[in-house]
């Protein structure tokens, strides 16, 4: 098959791969029809993060079931089906508390699962997905291919911007601002606005993510930041400073400040993935009383609840998407998304 | 008056001190019955923190109204009243969502206000309470004097450990580990208790401190610590981990040994006021999912809560103070405290 690989940095090429067999009763092989570039992959691409030469990426993907292994029952060839972006076992007590992505023994795609086996990456064309009962959510068979993308956002990036909304307590009382204008900062724009927050400010300084914004739901936009932004937030909120504060971005600049802007007692929900060695002073915390919550979202958990909100149109998360190419285009995918011309890449790949 | 300073590490001296006089329309003189010294004096006894010689010291305090200013309506002279740690406004935003010790205009007992002046210590015979309608809660005229410690707690012990529990989401599904086995790790467990945990595990290695934890409402007593600490919560806990952990040190070892005792998506609720500069690592809540609130409590929130428990005798977290001493003899009563011979030291003052 092919699939995207990633040599070093700003060196993505599409290979051939072996193709992937069933290797458990539990085991599916899925077809992927549309994957994605993750602003986390753009660490990798950026040499930030390292990985063995030739490693394959990605982690989302929609696709549709070609086999499945003896033991799989919830799941089977034919469907459309999500696949969340990290692997879990559905027993540990963190996935029956309904935070699979703290599972102990999860994995992610394009990585070594706890058998030392290397995962396939979700660019590419086709996937072994273990323990398919699961770790597939399938897709109604009336839904319309146009639907494609919406649906991809709900493998990572719409599940991750509504639980920065869900960790930071967001609901008909809050209000939100968003640090982050990338595709994660503006799901959680639309996340919080389906959780019912009455004021949305979103912090962008780009014309076309402050449209999406908008578009998303956002009542403000905010271009400060910094030493400007808590005090451009205050004329903006009479005076106040914001009751939750989304960090999506994951830098040391971002939390602190994320931490700025709300209120003392307020919440921070964060899913940025923190670069590099960021802290948070206990103190702090402690003086100001706000609450951090957040990490990686809990995909399975969420994506029920989301999934009728896309079906329905009642949302179109899938606008992050501002720039479509073919698998065999991956390094301009990527290009794209580097050289921040597009918001988010889609990869159609069947 | 008489009232307590200290001078340096280890020099708590009983000195005379002007009487308060009122200043402010709005502000109370109340005679002090009984305090009491805080672990975080200790940090000023013992030179981790240092203040000017000569000051005042002490922040919790129950006393009886002597005289009012022209603006106060909700005390009069007689009443026996509380008073909370931290002094607030009531008009700010953060006063306005019920996180008083966040206060942006609140100030402490023996330190300087917003307008430089040097507030009263809560060891000494009198203190002038300003914006008295906001920071003296009233007891009940047929209180027993017997209740004076039980209610002394609600200055500060008690509402801080039920602070600990309710920023962790402690309620009756809760499986609760308790860290730190002072009067505020102490009175963390019985808030876990009036609040339904089914499990509350207090770490401890005192006698007679796990003794009043059991009698607080631990159910189990871990003596571990550092790495030995997680497979014996597991031990307990039928392979798992807690739902939520109270920190009630504040060094970086009580919280990352909070944050390694609670499952994935899990909560730490933590009141320890911080030690040196310790930090949290965004990539360890990231991974985990654990979520971190709590600080500074907010007594005049939580207080009108608590207040009727001790009234009738339904709790007894006066317990917590294993020695009474008379205002003359304060020096003892730290030094039996920081030599760990008591729990708490009351200090009776009339």
Partial sequence: MRAVTIHGPRDVRVEDRPDPELRAPGDAIVRVRVACVCGSDLWTYRGIRSVPPGRPIGHELVGVVERVGTGVSSVRPGQTVIAPFCLSDGTCQECRAGFPSSCEDGSFWASEDSDGELLDGAQGEYVRVPLADRNLVAVPEDADDALLPDLL????????????????????????????????????????????????????????????????????????????????????????????????????????????????????????????????????????????????????????????????????????????????????????MDRREVIKSLLVVS
């Fill in 153 to 336: 956002t709900l493998s990572d990036v719409l599940c991750t911007g509504y639980h920065a909304a869900v960790s930071a307590g967001v609901g008909p009382g809050t209000r939100v601002v968003v640090v982050g204008d990338g595709a994660v900062g503006l799901s959680a724009v639309l996340s919080a606005r389906i959780l019912g927050a009455p004021r949305i400010v979103a912090m962008s300084r780009h014309r076309d993510r402050a449209d999406l914004a908008r578009e998303f739901g956002a009542t403000d936009v905010l271009p400060q930041r910094g030493e400007e932004a808590v005090p451009a937030l205050r004329a903006l909120l009479d005076g106040e400073r914001a009751e939750a504060a989304l960090e999506c971005v994951g830098t040391q600049e971002s939390m602190d400040e994320a931490i700025g802007l709300v209120r003392g007692g307020g919440r921070v929900g964060f899913v940025g993935v923190p670069a590099g060695g960021s802290v948070i002073p206990v103190r702090r915390l402690f003086d100001t009383n706000v609450t951090i919550g957040g990490g990686m979202a809990p995909v399975l958990t969420d994506l029920p609840l989301l999934l009728p909100l896309v079906l329905s149109g009642r949302i179109h998360p899938g606008r992050v998407f501002t720039a479509s190419f073919p698998l065999e285009r991956a390094a301009d995918a990527y290009a794209a």
